[in-house]
């Protein structure tokens, strides 16, 4: 059964006629007539009363309008539960770097669900190169992460902003030159898995710096409170959307041989839930503008 003649079907209901139906739904008037015939035959009833010389909807035919609206709006609306509609998803599961948890990731999501407020956001923390596994394997929709070296050709990488890396310390440290600093302060260092991590140590071998180890954390908060107690420095993201903690920290530029986190939500080309996303990668944009300026 074609979904036409439904749509035919409910256009003879809001015209009122035949005539009006064809201009409608841009066929002629003697093709409404076979269409309503062919919608008769396969039902195997009457839809109207054709006792005069305008046909009209009977008890019968008007009783169908409303079934007839659902069909035609349950046709096309069909793709909308999987490619993401905000009106029709119950659930986004995101996967997050936990340098984003504090200020990106609520700021935005919190601009989304004033938009869509029956949607529903679980938040699944984690590194890098383990959320986009989880991305991989569909148990995560979508994922902010630092950009992987290699993105697989069935990803679709959306880049939200460059971080510039940077020395982080207490406020009471004095000395301003990264190296001095870096050689002679205990280094508070990102687990090596990590993205940022990996970064760091790149720019500590490019420029010949012997760090003395003293800590490894997988999470920037937890960083940030050890250097907050002066226990440390470490080499971290200049954060876009920074804490209260963050912001109260000494930021020291690594100069010019300074290097940068690219950060973004990936997910897989065949995500389901892709507008969805993509609404929530404009929020993230919008998010770290007003914040930069």
């Not at 950009?147 to 939200?160: A, G, H, K, Y």
């Not at 004095?174 to 990996?198: C, D, F, M």
């Not at 020291?252 to 973004?264: A, E, F, K, P, T």
């Amino acid at each position: 059964m074609s979904i036409s003649l439904f749509k035919t079907l409910i256009a003879i209901s809001e015209t009122g006629s035949f005539s009006g139906a064809s201009q409608k739904v841009f066929v002629t008037h003697a093709a409404v007539g076979q269409q309503m015939r062919r919608l008769e035959e396969l039902l195997s009833v009457d839809l109207f009363d054709r006792t005069e010389k305008t046909p009209r909807l009977n008890q019968l035919g008007n009783a169908l309008i409303p079934k007839a609206k659902a069909i035609v709006f349950s046709y096309e609306t069909i793709l909308d539960d999987l490619t993401g509609d905000p009106q029709m998803i119950g659930e986004l599961t995101l996967g997050a770097v936990p340098s984003t948890i504090r200020g990106l990731i609520p700021m935005a999501v919190k601009r989304l669900i004033n938009t869509y407020p029956n949607l529903h956001i679980k938040v699944v923390p984690g590194i890098s190169s383990k959320l986009l596994d989880q991305v991989e394997s569909g148990n995560l929709d979508a994922a902010v992460i630092s950009e992987p070296i290699r993105i697989p050709t069935n990803f679709n990488w959306m880049p939200i902003i460059k971080e510039e890396l940077t020395l982080l310390t207490a406020p009471e440290i004095t000395e301003k030159n990264p190296i001095k600093i870096l050689t002679s302060a205990p280094y508070i260092r990102h687990t090596r898995q990590a993205s940022v991590g990996q970064l760091a140590d790149e720019w500590l071998f490019i420029n010949n710096v012997i760090v003395k180890d003293s800590m490894e954390m997988e999470s920037l908060e937890n960083i940030a409170s050890m250097v907050a107690h002066n226990l440390g420095v470490s080499i971290v993201p200049n954060i876009c959307v920074p804490d209260d903690l963050f912001r109260s920290l000494q930021k020291i530029s690594l100069g010019d041989n300074s290097i940068y986190r690219s950060l973004g939500i990936i997910m897989r080309n065949d995500c389901s839930k892709i507008k969805l996303v993509q609404r929530l990668y404009d929020q993230f944009c919008e998010t770290t503008i007003k914040n930069i300026s």
